[in-house]
């Protein structure tokens, strides 16, 4: 398993965008990044998952550079409701023995 | 669609004493997994299924067994418990195969203590 490194915690204000930057620098050919939210007492929540370049959906963007050695979740206009703890992941959807690997995450608070 | 259930939600066990904590998933995955979160840490991974009647270890499987007879359930025993097997514990699920993106759906968790 790739292995990633994140930020221990951010700070932000409400409205504000907050950009998480995760590194994996012996990310495999068929790996994908994988981003995860978890509020405390509850099970992770997936946000967004990427393979290379960008990708954006209704919650968030991931910014993935050519050489995938890195990337960054960012989450536009946050909220209170957007502290929680973010993981970044990176994995072999397509293996036959799919696993991942949660580190300590990154966690946000957002403030008012 | 409850999607992803455990059972119980919270235990208390005396140190040596036995229990299994179940997964229920409604959403006809075929990948199980069970992990551990201790506090102020992420998840380990104790064991997972890639599908009914199989199962492999994660990376922190000393003191744990766990059985997928169904494909719908996953459950995780202890056999003999430990203080440092107290943690909340989370069942996730997900599918392997297609075209959509491959998420892990977790369960709400188990709070395990024992003492």
């Known amino acids: 398993l790739a292995k990633t490194t994140q930020p221990i915690s951010m700070d932000s204000y409400e409205g504000q965008e907050v950009n998480i930057t995760c590194s994996h620098n012996?990310?495999?050919?068929?790996?994908?990044i994988t981003w995860y939210q978890q509020f405390p007492s509850q099970g992770p929540r997936f946000i967004i998952q990427g393979y290379k370049t960008k990708v954006t959906n209704e919650v968030a963007s991931l910014f993935i550079p050519a050489d995938r050695k890195s990337s960054t979740l960012s989450l536009p206009r946050v909220s209170l409701s957007d502290t929680a703890v973010y993981y970044c992941?990176?994995?072999?959807?397509?293996?036959?023995?799919?696993?991942?690997?949660f580190g300590a995450g990154t966690t946000v608070t957002v403030r008012a | 669609n409850a999607g992803v259930t455990q059972t119980p939600k919270f235990r208390v066990l005396k140190t040596g004493q036995s229990m299994t904590l179940l997964c229920a998933q409604d959403?006809?995955?075929?990948?199980m997994y069970w992990y551990r979160q201790d506090p102020g840490m992420g998840l380990r991974l104790i064991h997972y299924s890639v599908g009914e009647g199989t199962t492999a270890k994660g990376e922190v499987p000393d003191g744990y067994n766990v059985s997928r007879l169904k494909k719908q359930n996953f459950l995780l025993g202890l056999e003999s418990a430990a203080p440092s097997q107290t943690s909340v514990y989370f069942c996730?699920?997900?599918?392997?195969?297609?075209?959509?993106?491959?998420?892990?759906?977790f369960g709400p968790g188990t709070r395990l203590t024992v003492t």
């Open positions: 992941l990176v994995g072999d959807p397509f293996s036959n023995d799919y696993k991942l690997s």
């Open positions: 959403m006809n995955h075929e990948y």
């Open positions: 012996n990310i495999a050919t068929n790996d994908y």
């Open positions: 996730a699920s997900s599918y392997s195969t297609g075209d959509s993106v491959y998420e892990q759906y």
